[in-house]
DNA sequence: CAGTATCCCTCAAGATACTG
DNA sequence: CAGTATCTTGAGGGATACTG
C-alpha cells in the first residue's frame, strides 16, 4: 500500500508549499520564530510538542533551508534556530492565517493573541513585537508582501 | 496516551488557523474551489485524492462554513461545493501560499501551474482563469487583501 | 456519476527514559 | 539545558467494493 501521497513535484506551488509545511507544527514552529525564539527550550514550552517531534520539525525546516542553525549567543555549547532570508519569505503566510483566523475563529468579544507573555500572561499584540518600524499588521495592514520583516 | 493535541482553543489565530485546514488536502480543495471546481468528481480527479479522504474534507469545510453545497446546477440530483465568503476570504492564505512555493521551491527555469488543463496539458497561469478584472497576481501583485476575489 | 463503507497500513505524535 | 532513542497509540490516508 503506498505510504502517502508527495506532492513536493507537484507543478502546483501551492502543493508544493503544503506538502513542505502544511502539517501541525512547521508553521507554528516559523511563528514562533518570528516572534524572537530561537532556543529548542523556549520552542517545546511554547508550542507544547513533544521533544522528538520538536527535534524532527527543526531538523526538517533546517533541511529546508527555512531555518538554519548558529551558536548560541550566550556562548552555552547550544544552538539557535534563525529564520534564514527564505524562513523570513514566509511571513505573509503566516500574517495571512493570522488574519484569516482572527476574522473568522474567534467570538465577536473573546480575546486573541499569537503570544502571552509567561509571566505577566498579558496578551503580546499584533504579529511580532519586533516588527523595528512599529508597524502594527492588524487591522490597518493591506499589503501583506510590502510589510518590513523583524530584524534577522 | 491522549490522541492529538487540538489548537483549536488557542488563544494565538495561527495555531486555530492550522488547526482547522492545517492538513494536507484542505487548502488544495479550497484552491481547486478558487479555481472554479465544484464537484465531487472534478475534485477527485484534480487532487487524486481517495474518495473517502474527499469526502471527509468536503464534509468539514462545509461544517467549518468555508464551502457550502447547493443543488447542482445542471439538474442532476447531486450537489455543488461553493465557497462562502468566509471561504474566499481565504484567498491571501492561498495566494501567499503560492508566491512563497514559487519563489522557493521552483528551479529557475522549472515550470508551475497551478492547474494543468486536462485535455490540452497546458498550464493555467496566475491563479484563477476566472477573475473577473484580468488582474493576474503575479508576479505584479503586492497587495494581497485588496485583490479582487473570482465571482461567487 | 456521487458518494459511503470497509479494510488495512503507515506515520505523526505523545510520553518518557536516557545521554552529553 | 539540549537534545536523542524507544515505545505506543491513534489519526490520516489509500484501495476498493458497494449503493442510489
Redesign the pocket.
Known amino acids: ?5 508527495r506532492m513536493n513535484h507537484e507543478p502546483c506551488p501551492v502543493a508544493r508549499s503544503v506538502d513542505l509545511i502544511g ?3 512547521s508553521l507554528l514552529v516559523v511563528r514562533d520564530a518570528f516572534d524572537g525564539t530561537h ?4 520552542f517545546q514550552r511554547s508550542l507544547g ?5 520538536l ?1 524532527d ?3 526538517k525546516l533546517v533541511e529546508a533551508g527555512i531555518l538554519k542553525t548558529q551558536a ?1 549567543s550566550d556562548g ?1 555549547a ?2 539557535e534556530y534563525i529564520l534564514t532570508p527564505k524562513g523570513e519569505s514566509l511571513f505573509p503566510v503566516v500574517v495571512a492565517l493570522r488574519q484569516w483566523g482572527e476574522q473568522h475563529l474567534f467570538g465577536r468579544s473573546e480575546p486573541h493573541s499569537t503570544l502571552l507573555d509567561k509571566r505577566t500572561g498579558e496578551p503580546i499584540p499584533p504579529m511580532t513585537p519586533k516588527a523595528r518600524d512599529g508597524t502594527t499588521l492588524l487591522p490597518a495592514a493591506t499589503e501583506v508582501r510590502k510589510l518590513s520583516l523583524p530584524p534577522s
Do not use: E
Open positions: 500500500m503506498p505510504p502517502r501521497k502539517d501541525r507544527w532556543r529548542f527550550g523556549d510538542v513533544a521533544r522528538n517531534i527535534s520539525r527543526l531538523h548560541a552555552t547550544y544552538q
